[in-house]
């Protein structure tokens, strides 16, 4: 079969190796624990001081947004919530099965807990390697097929991948025009983000296994590292999100999957998220009308403000009035 496929992090055939992990963690051993605690309490130095020692715009204001997000750590999945729908095809992960859903689970409740009457079909993950992935066309069985390019204990790879081809499902990715998809690889890379510091806070008092509690840190230092390496995030600071689309534009436009453009506004968009994660529920409408060759940004975003209940509506503005898109209201 022929497969039309939705390509997500820097295409089919590359790709971002998200290495903050040195190596894969066997959570069963106590050894790699002990180096890993050891660590853990160097980084949480370094964190506590951060404000004074690393004076670098983007440093800084991401560790007053992760303070933020922790401040607001109320909000947290809900471990009786059942996750969605989907099985794991476990050839290739080299990782037990159970440890697999384990984790795939705890990161689809922090999304998947915002969309209660939402129906979609079942997935089914499989391992990828030529980057993660979300096919557009269903398999033989009627299953979303959904490729995983991360195996054995790379946990924080497993829930990263995860997360951001799950927004793709949420959103209703699909096949045609893709001029403004950017705009969509932007919000799923911020579900990561999003997802991964939510685990952090609930593996706090629910992970998945006792044992796997520490392993928590991990999943921060995870966001961390990727978020330090967003040096386009600088461009952002100093002229605004707006500015920066319209520089951008024609470089988002051709390559959607960017992550040194996509990764830089997913760090803004985050903040909107931590602060009203309910408002996750409106990317259900994002592609409810399917955009159309020749259809601006502004059209795109307008398109989406209608179609989202009214509940959500105010938040939608508030995203395209950071791109410096008015929409229209009435």
């Known amino acids: 079969m022929n497969l039309s496929n939705y390509h997500s992090h820097n295409g089919p055939c590359q790709h971002v190796r998200d290495d903050a992990i040195p190596g894969p963690l066997n959570l069963t051993t106590a050894g790699v624990w002990t180096i890993v605690r050891?660590?853990?309490?160097?980084?949480?130095?370094?964190?506590?001081?951060?404000?004074?020692?690393l004076v670098g715009c983007q440093w800084t204001l991401w560790q007053a947004l992760v303070a933020f997000a922790i401040a607001a750590g109320e909000v947290r999945s809900d471990p009786g919530v059942s996750p969605p729908a989907y099985r794991v095809e476990t050839e290739g992960f080299a990782a037990r099965e159970a440890d697999i859903r384990a984790v795939l689970d705890s990161a689809g409740r922090e999304l998947w807990r915002f969309f209660p009457d939402y129906k979609i079909e079942p997935i089914v993950v499989t391992r990828g390697h030529s980057g993660p992935i979300t096919l557009y066309r269903r398999n033989e069985r009627g299953e979303i097929v959904?490729?995983?390019?991360t195996?054995?204990?790379?946990?924080?790879q497993y829930a990263y991948q995860f997360a951001h081809e799950f927004c793709h499902i949420l959103c209703g990715c699909r096949d045609g025009y893709q001029g403004h998809r950017w705009f969509e690889e932007t919000l799923c890379e911020t579900a990561s983000l999003y997802v991964m510091l939510s685990m952090s806070r609930t593996w706090k008092t629910s992970p998945p296994y006792a044992h796997w509690s520490d392993f928590r840190d991990s999943l921060r230092d995870y966001v961390d590292d990727i978020v330090s390496k967003r040096e386009k995030i600088y461009e952002i600071y100093a002229d605004g999100l707006a500015e920066f689309y319209r520089v951008h534009q024609p470089e988002l436009e051709a390559d959607p999957v960017s992550r040194e453009l996509n990764g830089a506004m997913a760090i803004v968009l985050l903040h909107l998220f931590e602060a009203e994660p309910e408002h996750w529920e409106a990317i259900r409408w994002?592609?409810?009308?399917?955009?159309?060759?020749?259809?601006?940004?502004?059209t795109h975003l307008q398109h989406w403000h209608d179609a989202v209940p009214p509940k959500h509506q105010p938040f939608v503005q508030r995203v395209a009035g950071l791109f410096g898109i008015p929409v229209a209201t009435d």
């Open 146 to 149: 959904m490729r995983l390019d």
């Open 151 to 156: 195996e054995k204990t790379y946990w924080a």
């Open 38 to 53: 050891l660590r853990r309490m160097a980084a949480g130095l370094h964190r506590r001081v951060a404000g004074v020692t």
């Open 286 to 298: 994002l592609n409810s009308t399917p955009p159309q060759e020749g259809d601006t940004f502004a």
